[in-house]
């Protein structure tokens, strides 16, 4: 019973793993491309700087009655830059194509 218990999860398993396989993924995109991305603690002016302006800046999240830090969103053609009051905490490569497996566009 155990053996057949494990050969029903190791099918579906693999059955699993060859329908995910014609996926791209958004991890393996960025693996193999060098794209420059602003540096964790750069200032909006300094990611301005380098960068050029974005292509939108979204309207800020949080802040309210200061619980949390506001986060500030910048949009550009292949990344999006997420700032902390006004120093960036993060930069994420943007989905590529609909059917690339990766974060999900903003939320506007």
């Given at each position: 019973?155990?053996?057949?218990?494990?050969?029903?999860?190791?099918a579906?398993?693999?059955?699993?793993?060859?329908?995910?396989s014609?996926?791209?993924?958004?991890?393996?995109?960025?693996?193999?491309?060098?794209?420059?991305?602003?540096?964790?603690?750069?200032s909006?002016s300094?990611?301005?700087?380098?960068?050029?302006?974005?292509?939108?800046?979204m309207?800020?999240?949080?802040?309210?009655?200061?619980?949390?830090?506001?986060?500030?969103?910048?949009?550009?053609?292949?990344?999006t830059?997420?700032?902390?009051?006004?120093?960036?905490?993060?930069?994420?490569?943007?989905?590529?194509?609909?059917?690339?497996?990766?974060?999900k566009?903003?939320?506007?």
């Amino acid at each position: 019973m155990m053996r057949l218990s494990i050969a029903l999860t190791t099918a579906a398993l693999l059955a699993a793993a060859g329908s995910a396989s014609a996926d791209t993924l958004l991890i393996e995109r960025v693996q193999h491309e060098t794209v420059a991305m602003p540096a964790r603690g750069s200032s909006m002016s300094q990611v301005e700087a380098r960068f050029g302006a974005p292509a939108e800046r979204m309207d800020p999240r949080g802040g309210q009655k200061r619980q949390w830090p506001t986060i500030h969103r910048w949009v550009y053609p292949a990344f999006t830059v997420y700032f902390e009051n006004s120093r960036v905490i993060d930069a994420v490569a943007n989905q590529a194509t609909p059917g690339e497996t990766g974060p999900k566009p903003p939320i506007r």
